[in-house]
């Protein structure tokens, strides 16, 4: 393990449980250390715990924050960057699913604005509060949020049914080649992706998911990792390593 590694951090939200903890897991054994971002401040204090002892060389702090609270989502944000700096990675691992009879007709105003404030207006909050100074550092830092196959423009993607969920996805890839387009497209040293996790066991996967958490997080801990050189691609949605279509 490099001093280079050791001294790198990341902020990880979803980081008590699931995606987020197995990211957390993955990048402790790349050295780098993590800030846990989570709603369940108890849930978050065992999940260190668990990492600490596992990497015991590795630092896990916490910090507790509702993200469906756009307000404190902001301010924990900012209270992160004045603490800690600007991270190497942000992570962004969090995500609840919509309710199975949410289609488009059929939606409440609660259940619409529940789903995006999460799993949209949370990343845009975060990642406008700490991208900014991320982009700046043009030192090779990276933002990788979980996306779904469920919001992509072609194959399956919005063809139907769970219309938050599917919609707030689509809102993130397009967030994602966005921002990514707006910074060089990782001309300036600041990369941006989108990742599909696939089904994996999680609270919202359920236990007979196909796959293990581990795996569902494996490819976004590598583009956090991976080394970048000169015409690499960003601004992307990445399933096990590989570009599919938006």
Same mark, same amino acid.
């Not at 992509?152 to 139907?160: E, K, L, T």
């Given at each position: 393990?490099?001093?280079?590694?050791?001294?790198?951090?990341?902020?990880?939200?979803?980081?008590?449980?699931?995606?987020?903890?197995?990211?957390?897991?993955?990048?402790?054994?790349?050295?780098?250390?993590?800030?846990?971002?989570?709603?369940?401040?108890?849930?978050?204090?065992?999940?260190?715990?668990?990492?600490?002892?596992?990497?015991?060389?590795?630092?896990?702090?916490?910090?507790?924050?509702?993200?469906? /609270?756009?307000?404190?989502? +902001?301010?924990? %944000?900012?209270? $992160?960057? #004045?603490?800690?700096?600007?991270?190497?990675? @942000?992570? &962004?691992?969090?995500?609840?699913?919509?309710?199975?009879?949410?289609?488009?007709?059929?939606?409440? /105003?609660?259940?619409?604005? +529940?789903?995006? %404030?999460?799993? $949209?207006? #949370?990343?845009?909050?975060?990642?406008?509060? @700490?991208? &900014?100074?991320?982009?700046?550092?043009?030192?090779?830092?990276?933002?990788?949020?979980?996306?779904?196959?469920?919001?992509?423009?072609?194959?399956?993607?919005?063809?139907?049914?769970?219309?938050?969920?599917?919609?707030?996805?689509?809102?993130?890839?397009?967030?994602?080649?966005?921002?990514?387009?707006?910074?060089?497209?990782?001309?300036?040293?600041?990369?941006?992706?989108?990742?599909?996790?696939?089904?994996?066991?999680?609270?919202?996967?359920?236990?007979?998911?196909?796959?293990?958490?581990?795996?569902?997080?494996?490819?976004?801990?590598?583009?956090?990792?991976?080394?970048?050189?000169?015409?690499?691609?960003?601004?992307?949605?990445?399933?096990?390593?590989?570009?599919?279509?938006?």
């Amino acid at each position: 393990m490099s001093s280079e590694s050791t001294s790198k951090l990341a902020f990880v939200t979803g980081g008590s449980r699931g995606l987020g903890f197995e990211v957390a897991r993955g990048l402790a054994r790349a050295g780098i250390s993590s800030v846990l971002i989570a709603k369940d401040s108890e849930r978050l204090e065992i999940a260190a715990k668990q990492l600490s002892a596992e990497f015991p060389g590795i630092t896990f702090e916490t910090s507790t924050c509702d993200l469906e /609270d756009q307000v404190q989502t +902001r301010k924990t %944000a900012e209270d $992160l960057l #004045s603490k800690y700096g600007a991270p190497f990675a @942000l992570v &962004l691992a969090h995500g609840v699913m919509s309710e199975k009879m949410s289609k488009t007709l059929r939606t409440t /105003d609660a259940e619409w604005r +529940r789903v995006m %404030a999460i799993n $949209l207006d #949370s990343v845009f909050t975060l990642v406008n509060v @700490l991208g &900014l100074p991320m982009a700046d550092a043009r030192d090779g830092r990276r933002v990788v949020i979980f996306s779904a196959c469920l919001g992509r423009m072609s194959g399956p993607g919005n063809a139907g049914g769970l219309a938050p969920y599917r919609i707030s996805k689509a809102g993130v890839n397009a967030f994602v080649r966005n921002l990514a387009h707006e910074t060089g497209l990782g001309a300036r040293g600041f990369y941006v992706d989108a990742i599909c996790p696939n089904h994996s066991r999680t609270d919202m996967g359920g236990p007979d998911a196909p796959r293990s958490a581990e795996e569902g997080a494996e490819c976004a801990v590598w583009l956090a990792t991976r080394e970048f050189n000169a015409g690499d691609t960003t601004g992307v949605l990445w399933e096990d390593r590989k570009i599919v279509d938006w």
